[in-house]
């Protein structure tokens, strides 16, 4: 059965009427839903994300494969933190005055330069949680706690606290075996 000219024109001119959802802009979309236009479109794409760098990174990650170890075969080496976070802090810090904007941004920094530094020691199936907090010294106390579920077999934290005649910080490394 062949379909006529006026038909498939009607068929073209009723899909043309009937745009996705995902294809239209955020002005388009409001405008066509105010005026009752988007009863029987049908979303064909959800979510679309840019590639960026960091994604072709992950991409080219390796996969670790289960190797039905119960433990690792490497160590955390927690010395060899223990002096990447007292030379991080120590040149960071040293000569600085506590200001509060400086210290929020200061705290991001250094946390990710500890990661990357401990990173590069390249310890295998080891997942790294690096926390920094920086405050003034001004003769109060502070108690800083925390709480993990772990195995202490396997599973370890780096810690040092520097000082200087106007702030104190203090980094932690947990890391914590991924089997």
């Given at each position: 059965?062949?379909?006529?000219?006026?038909?498939?024109?009607?068929?073209?001119?009723?899909?043309?009427?009937?745009?996705?959802?995902?294809?239209?802009?955020?002005?388009?979309?409001?405008?066509?839903?105010?005026?009752?236009?988007?009863?029987?479109?049908?979303?064909?794409?959800?979510?679309?994300?840019?590639?960026?760098?960091?994604?072709?990174?992950?991409?080219?990650?390796?996969?670790?494969?289960?190797?039905?170890?119960?433990?690792?075969a490497k160590h955390f080496p927690v010395l060899t933190v223990n002096h990447i976070l007292k030379e991080v802090l120590t040149n960071y810090l040293q000569e600085e005055q506590?200001?509060?904007?400086?210290?929020?941004?200061?705290?991001?920094?250094?946390?990710?330069?500890?990661?990357?530094?401990?990173?590069?020691?390249?310890?295998?199936?080891?997942?790294?949680?690096?926390?920094?907090?920086?405050?003034?010294?001004?003769?109060?106390?502070?108690?800083?706690?925390?709480?993990?579920?772990?195995?202490?077999?396997?599973?370890?934290?780096?810690?040092?606290?520097?000082?200087?005649?106007?702030?104190?910080?203090?980094?932690?490394?947990?890391?914590?075996?991924?089997?």
């Open positions: 059965m062949m379909m006529s000219d006026v038909a498939k024109d009607r068929m073209a001119l009723s899909l043309k009427k009937r745009v996705c959802v995902s294809a239209l802009s955020g002005r388009e979309f409001r405008r066509r839903e105010l005026h009752g236009h988007l009863k029987d479109c049908v979303s064909t794409l959800s979510y679309v994300d840019e590639p960026s760098q960091r994604d072709d990174a992950s991409r080219l990650a390796v996969q670790v494969e289960n190797t039905y170890q119960l433990g690792p506590y200001e509060p904007e400086f210290c929020r941004q200061m705290t991001k920094t250094i946390s990710e330069v500890i990661k990357a530094q401990v990173k590069d020691l390249m310890i295998p199936r080891y997942k790294l949680i690096v926390i920094v907090h920086i405050g003034q010294m001004n003769s109060q106390s502070m108690l800083i706690g925390s709480r993990c579920l772990w195995n202490p077999k396997s599973d370890t934290v780096s810690s040092y606290v520097f000082r200087n005649s106007s702030l104190f910080a203090l980094a932690n490394v947990y890391a914590v075996y991924f089997e």
